[in-house]
């Protein structure tokens, strides 16, 4: 069965320094895998997925993740932290031959302070 | 981009009156929806899969006679949660998904509060 864990269920950085948010996957096949982001009382945005193209993954607002399958990651990444990423961010894996279902990380709340 | 819009946004009702939440793709055909469950502060949980004209499948746990799912369009499914409690208050969302090879686009939740 697939799955994600998030390693960190909180991360506290300065704004303008970098963000690392680790995910580790677990399956069997080639996974496609997904990050999300929830502000508060939200829905969830897609920030960028993997499904097996290039392994280095840009998505919007400057975030990237690379996937390295002989770490079984898919870390998320931001260069420079804004005040406007501090929100819930969501690992998300599909679950191959489980019609089309998503399992979630348990979540990283990212905190950014000035 | 795809659109999926959620309603009521926040609902409050009494115990063991019946709650219904839409949720409509706006611009786009979805063959499948999704419907989960957030507790304060933690993941989401699939609790049931849709597929247009079909019964919804349900996850492990969830009641289906609790959590009744209807998905009568390509565009829009309902949930109605029926005798609600006060341990059915969460925050549900939804999601919808043209098929494998599309992502998911998710509403933007509904915050159920029963009293």
């Known amino acids: 069965a697939q799955s994600v864990t998030q390693l960190d269920s909180h991360v506290s950085v300065s704004e303008g320094t970098p963000v690392l948010l680790r995910c580790n996957y677990s399956s069997s096949y080639s996974p496609s895998l997904f990050w999300y982001v929830q502000h508060p009382n939200k829905g969830l945005q897609l920030l960028l997925k993997y499904t097996s193209a290039a392994t280095l993954v840009k998505g919007i607002n400057g975030f990237e993740a690379e996937f390295k399958k002989s770490e079984t990651s898919f870390h998320l990444t931001k260069p420079s932290a804004h005040m406007s990423d501090a929100a819930e961010y969501f690992c998300v894996v599909r679950v191959t031959g489980g019609g089309n279902k998503l399992t979630f990380g348990t979540g990283t709340q990212l905190k950014v302070e000035l | 981009g795809a659109v999926v819009s959620q309603h009521p946004s926040w609902v409050i009702c009494k115990s063991g009156t019946s709650v219904k939440i839409e949720c409509r793709s706006l611009?786009?055909?979805?063959?499948?929806m999704f419907w989960y469950r957030q507790f304060p502060k933690q993941s989401l949980m699939l609790m049931a899969t849709?597929?247009?004209?079909?019964?919804?499948?349900?996850e492990q746990g969830v009641e289906k006679d609790k959590f009744l799912i209807n998905h009568a369009s390509l565009t829009l499914s309902t949930l109605t949660v029926t005798s609600a409690h006060p341990e059915d208050s969460s925050f549900y969302i939804c999601?919808?998904?043209?098929?494998?090879?599309?992502?998911?686009?998710f509403g933007s939740g509904t915050r159920l509060t029963v009293v």
């Open positions: 849709s597929n247009e004209g079909s019964k919804a499948t349900y």
């Open positions: 611009d786009f055909q979805a063959t499948t």
């Open positions: 999601s919808a998904s043209q098929g494998l090879d599309y992502g998911y686009t």
